[in-house]
């Protein structure tokens, strides 16, 4: 079955910097589009960064644009999101989604507090 492991969250001061991989199993990620969003308890879920099935197309939120980068690894079928400059309104939990399924994984924690 799908499966979406997220991890590499973490507490971080302002400016601070994070990657946060999204390990998948059980379909074809390397055909897949993905995305990372997130949620905190204030605000609705949002998109954050997204690659197409070809793994290219990078797409953004403005909130992160030009702070965040959104890679894959199809040798290991991993997603990743690095992301510097980090802002207190970037607190919230992360979490990956593959286009096409419902599967969510547990989501990783991005706190940024000075």
């Known amino acids: 079955q799908v499966q979406l492991v997220e991890s590499g969250g973490g507490s971080v001061q302002p400016g601070g910097s994070l990657r946060l991989s999204c390990r998948a199993s059980?379909?074809?990620?390397?055909?897949?589009?993905m995305t990372w969003f997130r949620q905190s308890p204030s605000k609705a879920r949002e998109f954050v960064a997204g690659?197409?099935?070809?793994?290219?197309?990078?797409r953004y939120a403005n909130s992160v644009k030009g702070r965040f980068s959104i890679t894959r690894d199809t040798n290991t079928d991993t997603l990743y999101l690095q992301m510097d400059n980090l802002k207190p309104e970037d607190t919230a939990r992360y979490f990956c989604?593959?286009?096409?399924?419902?599967?969510r994984g547990p989501g990783t924690q991005v706190t940024v507090s000075s």
């Open positions: 059980g379909f074809t990620f390397s055909r897949t589009a």
């Open positions: 989604g593959a286009d096409g399924f419902t599967a």
């Open positions: 690659l197409d099935r070809y793994g290219g197309d990078a």
